[in-house]
């Protein structure tokens, strides 16, 4: 599955998802992008993982480079005002840019919103 399937499929499971002991929901942006380092015996295997971010463009016609620096070994989907963008394989940046995720997006004036969902089989960014 490819695509604007994978990131439906991806969003509409992560929704279903129950939040067991090991897992949390952080919204604290200078804390670590890490479940195993910032919930409570924090697990650093199968995680589901949805980042979102909102701002507002006070311009017209403005083209940004989005660059997205993760570790899911199972994949992500990316939604940029509702319109999907997916990277089904293994991504793991290691903290090179050269192996980062870039999604070009050209944007209104107004309020924007991004969606990332991930999961990730093992390890947690180790």
Same mark, same amino acid.
């Given at each position: 599955m490819r695509g604007a399937a994978f990131a439906n +499929?991806?969003?509409a499971k992560h929704k279903t998802l129950a939040q067991p002991s090991g897992?949390?929901?952080?919204?604290?942006?200078?804390?670590?992008?890490?479940?195993q380092k910032t919930c409570p015996s924090g697990k650093k295997n199968d995680i589901s993982t949805?980042?979102?971010?909102?701002?507002?463009e006070a311009?017209?016609?403005?083209?940004y480079k989005f660059w997205f620096g993760l570790d899911f070994g199972l994949g992500? +989907?990316?939604?940029?005002?509702?319109?999907?963008?997916?990277d089904v394989r293994n991504i793991w940046w290691?903290?090179?840019?050269?192996?980062?995720?870039v999604v070009p997006r050209r944007?209104?004036?107004?309020?924007?919103?991004?969606?990332?969902?991930g999961v990730e089989n093992c390890c947690d960014g180790d």
């Open positions: +499929a991806l969003a897992y949390c929901t952080n919204k604290n942006l200078a804390a670590p992008f890490s479940n949805r980042i979102e971010l909102l701002w507002h311009d017209n016609n403005v083209v992500a +989907a990316f939604f940029i005002d509702g319109k999907a963008h997916a290691s903290g090179n840019i050269d192996n980062a995720i944007l209104n004036r107004g309020h924007h919103n991004i969606t990332i969902f």
